[in-house]
């Protein structure tokens, strides 16, 4: 334990650690640009089709066996076979992270509309609402919890695992690590693995004030009891 404070006291007391293109803020500036892509991309692809299916109850098997594929998919062989049949890029690093980032959004999107109590749908149906409008007015409010949770579960996966964009040439704080294991380097090592991990607690902290944000106080009680 001491020798990891030794390794990142230095990492962060030195001044060539914070300017230039290996510079944290020009490392964690790549990881979140990577991260952000992945994420956004993954929520476009998935949340209109785990909507779509929740809503319906169609599709739900179908949706659960492409998910379950997914995330058998072997991220860093994904990731290599694409650079080598597309070259170096920022197309091949984004693909491996958004199938990773796919099914958390997609499962639980789908299981929170299905799991929005029939009574309220049946409610806003008598009340004259359209498909559409019991959609976006009653159950997902509803299902907004469980949702943001696989939109939170995607977001640390693909922030753990842009490490591996380094492993192609590309930046991020992985490039810290890859760098310090290539020249036996390990206050790179050790100091790009602790940002990764910071980069992870920022996703949290930011899920946690979106939700807050997001959530009616109601739906946030009910969550917490239901822990």
């Known amino acids: 334990m001491t020798t990891l404070w030794f390794y990142l006291t230095d990492f962060l007391s030195n001044p ?38 929740g809503h319906s109850g169609r599709g739900g098997a179908a949706l659960t066996a492409l998910a379950n594929s997914a995330r058998a998919l072997p991220t860093y062989g994904v990731l290599v076979l694409l650079v080598v049949l597309m070259g170096i890029g920022l197309v091949p690093v984004l693909i491996p992270l958004v199938a990773l980032a796919i099914p958390p959004i997609l499962l639980n999107t ?37 949702i943001l949770v696989g939109m939170r579960t995607a977001a640390v996966q693909i922030v753990a695992t842009a490490t591996i964009a380094a492993a192609v040439s590309f930046g991020g704080v992985g490039r810290l690590i890859v760098d310090g294991l290539a020249r036996r380097d390990f206050t790179l090592v050790v100091g790009g693995g602790v940002l990764a991990a910071v980069a992870a607690l920022i996703v949290l902290a930011f899920f946690a004030a979106l939700r807050r944000f997001l959530v009616s106080p109601g739906l946030r009680a009910h969550a917490k009891g239901g822990h």
């Open 16 to 53: 060539e650690s914070w300017r230039g293109t290996d510079g944290i803020p020009n490392r964690m500036m790549e990881h979140a640009l990577y991260t952000v892509l992945a994420l956004v991309i993954s929520i476009v692809l998935a949340f209109p089709v785990g909507l779509w299916t």
């Open 110 to 146: 789908h299981e929170g509309i299905r799991a929005v109590n029939p009574q309220l749908t049946d409610a806003a149906r008598g009340m004259g609402m359209t498909g559409s409008q019991v959609l976006l007015r009653a159950e997902l409010p509803v299902a907004l919890p469980f």
